[in-house]
């Protein structure tokens, strides 16, 4: 019965309130009910409003929904509510109790949204504490800037409030504002020094931002302060992989893999940290856990696969380099190793037995058993000129369809090419091995030879080819530090190289730059020979330094005299300083517009006096036509031609910058009184 009147007396006052006419009337009606049911507080209330002068819309209808809610009428709650809002989009009551309302009908997003603008428009109804936890429900719904806000109130209130200082550098990290972040995680550990989630934060961003030298740092700080710390061992372990500190790394990825047992990544991690230490067993179970637990990783199966090639076990490891390929078609690094181990296989079992034994049972999964798949697979070892594995999978593609005239049509000529690119290769690698054997004196012919075996995978035999060939070139102490090189395009320019470079032996505070490092054989001959003083310095550039380099360079023992710049060359090139630098060698991207662009950048940061040494000048790229390398160095010989000297053109071409220009001769104009001689001097000074 209450109820009726009650629901009626609320419409007499909307009603009242819409025609302008009565209200006061309507709230002492409405007064008196609710306080004949006990509610003397809300009576108490509406009684007021019926003596109030002005109307105040929203609040009429906000009190509305309260008597709704306080019925448990949630529908005509929130119209109600809403009706105020119309009124009054800033009015924070009732936001409030929208949020309130939401709440309890558990939808949580619409809860979190009404409740951030009652704080946004009432902060002080919220502590520190509710900023923090309101800020939290706003991460978690992704609405990353209205949680920043909560965070930075509930610093404005408790300053020494580190928990939202955390948080808040978070939050500023997800929006990728990366010195905000940095700078609010410093602020946590200013009032906690051993808040170890902030030095795994400072940690992620020195990563994002590629410092992982002081991401490993603050990761390992986060270990001391927390010792069990699962993502921190994790992303410790992972860092020292990419600075390929294979010994400080191992033990992390071992821990790492404890306190993340079934994290797929941690195992993969810990497998490879085993295997750069060619403990290949343990390398084996910890990559096969790895792939027990994440079997979709190609990277897991392409470095079990390195394990069974060290074991030639040929089988195995094709079945793992396919398995990789499956997953991820267009993986470079899995092509060479995989044509590496058809070519071993054909060798040992015959070329036919070996098409014939994979037409029984290749191993793939079935729906990649199809001609198409067999013709991508080929075309791509012979684009990496794995001409045995080329033909082993052209010939599964015919094999598999024989009676296809259009099959037959398509991968006959590439099948015949691979047989004819094959058969040279092999001719031209016995021919060189004949040759090393009349003539074990010439180094080239070991350069030659390592390069072309390191091109077919076989990289222990092509490393041990250069070795020879190093200490024939005089550089012994290449051997005794145990270099690892898969090519050698350098040795060549060492007679060169000792001739021009000379000036610069044992020299103090020299500073040398290298565009193009790969494996770092030039640097590490730098090292050796000319940049042999304390203070001598050389910074290499490269896009992606292989593997070897950083080993290589460690074997050096001055690995604190060279600065590593990861990156694209006209970049990094413009943030270094000008006149920096004594000599430069550019041996990066030889196409001509790259090299040109390389030599007008480098040409600032040269020393007057300085070198500058193209490596390649007369290299052909058939692949490039009109795109040659000589073409880039003589368009900025061109520009740049007052103002340097040749000093030497071959196979490289070294130029000096000069001190001062060489004024240009201009040819006089005609005059009633004509020049008596013709003769001009060359621009380019030969030295």
């Known amino acids: ?149 909560c965070y930075q109130r509930a610093i404005q209130l408790r300053p020494d409030f580190y928990e939202a200082y955390y948080n808040l550098a978070v939050a500023q990290a997800h929006q990728q504002n990366w010195r905000s972040a940095i700078e609010a995680f410093q602020q ?125 076990q040929w089988n195995r490891a094709i079945a793992a380099f396919l398995m990789a390929l499956q997953l991820q078609t267009d ?37 990649h058993r199809t001609p198409d798949f067999y013709l991508q697979i080929a075309a791509r070892l012979f684009q990496f000129k794995q001409y045995a594995g080329a033909i082993i999978f052209y010939s599964l593609a015919l094999l598999h369809r024989p009676q296809a005239p259009q099959t037959a049509a398509q991968v006959q000529p590439q099948l015949q090419q691979s047989i004819t690119e094959y058969q040279r290769l092999e001719l031209e690698i016995q021919q060189q091995r004949q040759e090393i054997r009349q003539y074990p004196h010439h180094h080239w012919i070991y350069s030659h030879l390592g390069n072309l075996l390191a091109d077919q995978g076989d990289l222990e035999t092509a490393s041990k080819l250069h070795q020879n060939a190093v200490v024939m070139r005089g550089w ?42 790969y494996e770092g054989m030039s640097a590490c001959w730098l090292l050796d020979h000319i940049l042999t003083h304390p203070e001598a310095k050389l910074t290499c550039i490269d896009l992606y330094f292989q593997e070897n380099f950083e080993h290589n360079i460690h074997q050096t023992g001055a690995a604190h005299k060279l600065i590593k710049r990861i990156g694209d060359s ?30 007008i950048l480098s040409w600032r940061l040269l020393k007057p006096g300085g070198l500058l040494i193209f490596d390649d000048y007369q290299w052909i790229d058939p692949a490039h036509p009109g795109k040659e390398t000589y073409r880039g160095v003589d368009a900025f010989l061109d520009i740049a031609k007052h103002h340097l000297a040749i000093v030497h053109q071959d196979y490289q071409m070294i130029i000096r910058k000069l001190k001062l220009p060489i004024q240009p001769i201009v040819k006089p104009e005609k005059t009633r009184y004509p020049a008596k001689s013709n003769s001009r001097s060359p621009v380019l000074a030969q030295f």
């Open 1 to 149: 019965m209450f109820a009726i009147q009650l629901e009626n007396a609320i419409i007499a006052c909307q009603q009242a309130l819409i025609q302008n006419t009565g209200f006061a009337m309507a709230c002492r009606t409405l007064g008196n009910l609710l306080q004949s049911m006990g509610w003397f507080r809300e009576a108490l209330l509406w009684h007021s409003r019926s003596i109030e002068t002005t109307v105040q819309p929203a609040e009429v209808y906000a009190g509305f929904g309260a008597l709704y809610a306080k019925q448990g009428k949630w529908e005509q709650s929130l119209q109600a509510y809403q009706q105020s809002l119309q009124h009054d989009p800033n009015y924070a009551e009732a936001h409030r109790s929208l949020a309130g309302i939401y709440a309890h009908l558990g939808q949580r997003q619409e809860e979190i949204a009404y409740r951030y603008r009652a704080v946004v428009l009432k902060p002080d109804w919220a502590t520190p504490s509710n900023q923090l936890i309101l800020g939290n429900a706003l991460i978690q719904l992704d609405k990353i800037q209205e949680a920043i806000d």
């Open 188 to 312: 946590v550990l200013k009032l906690n020094p051993r808040h170890a989630e902030s030095h795994y934060g400072l940690g992620k961003l020195a990563d994002q931002i590629e410092q992982p030298k002081t991401a490993a740092a603050y990761y390992w700080r986060a270990i001391q302060n927390q010792p069990d710390f699962a993502a921190a061992y994790f992303s410790l372990g992972e860092t020292l992989l990419k600075l390929r500190e294979w010994q400080k790394a191992l033990p992390i990825c071992y821990r790492a893999a404890q306190l993340n047992p079934d994290l797929s990544w941690a195992h993969h991690n810990l497998g490879y940290a085993f295997l750069k230490h060619e403990q290949w067993q343990a390398a084996f179970t910890a990559l096969h856990r790895a792939i027990q637990l994440n079997p979709d990783f190609p990277w897991s199966y392409y470095h079990l696969g390195q394990i069974l090639l060290h074991k030639k």
């Open 331 to 367: 993986l470079a690094a899995v092509y060479l190793r995989l044509g590496y181990a058809l070519r071993r296989q054909a060798h040992s079992q015959g070329m036919k037995a070996t098409i014939q034994a994979y037409r029984r049972s290749v191993p793939l999964k079935p729906h």
């Open 476 to 517: 012994q102490v290449a051997v005794d530090r145990n270099y690892q090189f898969s090519h050698d395009w350098f040795t060549h320019n060492i007679p060169t190289w000792e001739t021009y470079l000379r000036p610069f032996i044992h020299y103090p505070r020299v500073h040398a730059l290298e565009i193009g490092s």
């Open 570 to 599: 006209h970049r990094i090139l413009k943030t270094l300083p000008a006149k920096s630098f004594d000599f430069i060698y550019i041996d990066g991207c030889h196409l001509a517009d790259h090299v040109r662009q390389d030599a």
